[in-house]
C-alpha cells in the first residue's frame, strides 16, 4: 500500500547480509551529463530513432550519448552513457535478475528515489543468468525527478529491439515500459553494457510516450481512455526527459561505485 512506501532503509532494513551496502550519499553527476544538461534539449536529427535501437550494439559511439530531446511525434528520447571501471556487462545482467526480488535490494540503487520493486510472477525457483529477467515483469515504484511512478517493466530479449544476444563481451538489458495502475504501455529502453580497457561503459535508451503509447496485449491500439493513465507516468515531455537523464545518470553511477563487490559477495547465488 502506498502508506507502506517509504524512502531510504528504516528499522531493521539494514539486518540483512547486503545492508552494509546501502548508501544514501550519492556521488556527483559526471561531467558528461551536466554538459549535456547545460546544452537542454536537441533536436530529432541528433538522437537515436527508436525503429534503429539495434544499432546500439554497434562499434563506436552515436552522435548523442548524452542528451535529450521531445520528438515531432509528441514522444521524447533520453541517452545516457555510463563509465564504469571494474565493471564486466555480466555483473549487470546478474543485478537486474537479482535486485528485483526484493525492495531493500533495489533501494541500493537509488537510495534518494526508489521505493519498492516485486517480481509480479513471485517465482525464483531455479533460473540463472538472464532468464532471472527476460520475460518477467518487474513492478517498481520510484521517483523520477518529483513524479512518483508506479511502473511495470516487462524484460524482453534483445532480439526484439534488434541486438545481438547477449555475450561475454556485451549484454543489452531491453524492456518495455508501462504502468502498474492500468492497462498501459508507454515507452521502451536499453541499457547496452559493453567491456572497456578499465571495465565497461553502460549506453542507455529510453524512447517514451507519443507511438509508443499503447493498451497492454492489444499494440495497434492507443485508445483515449487510456491517455490520463500514460500521463501520469510520463508528465511533462521535456521536464520528465530531463528528470530521467539525471535520475538514470545518477542510479546508475551510484550502483558502479560498488557493484563489483556486490557481485563478488552475491553472484553465486
Known sequence: ??????????????????GKFFNPEMASLPE?????LEHGPQGGMALLAYEDAGSMADEGYQQTENGYGVLEDGSYQVSVRTDMPGVTPSMWSWWFGWH??????????????HLSAAWKDGD?????????????????TEYIGSNRLNGAIQFVAPGQLGCPPDGDDAVAICARLGSSDGPVDVGWF???????????????????GGPHIAVRKAPDVAS????????RVLGNPETNARNLLVHCAQEMNHLAGFLPELYQNFGDE
Open 32 to 36: 558528461h551529463v551536466v554538459e549535456a
Open 190 to 208: 536499453i541499457h547496452h553494457v559493453r567491456s572497456t580497457p578499465e571495465g565497461a561503459e553502460m549506453r542507455s535508451r529510453f524512447w517514451m
Open 224 to 231: 483515449k481512455a487510456v491517455r490520463p493513465i500514460a500521463e
Open 1 to 18: 500500500m502506498a502508506g507502506d512506501l517509504y524512502l531510504g532503509y528504516r528499522g531493521d532494513d539494514v539486518n540483512t547480509p547486503y
Open 124 to 140: 525464483e525457483a531455479g533460473r540463472r543468468g538472464s532468464d532471472r529477467y527476460v520475460g518477467r515483469w518487474s513492478l517498481i
Open 100 to 113: 528485483g526480488s526484493d525492495t531493500r535490494r533495489y533501494k541500493l540503487w537509488h537510495p534518494r528515489a
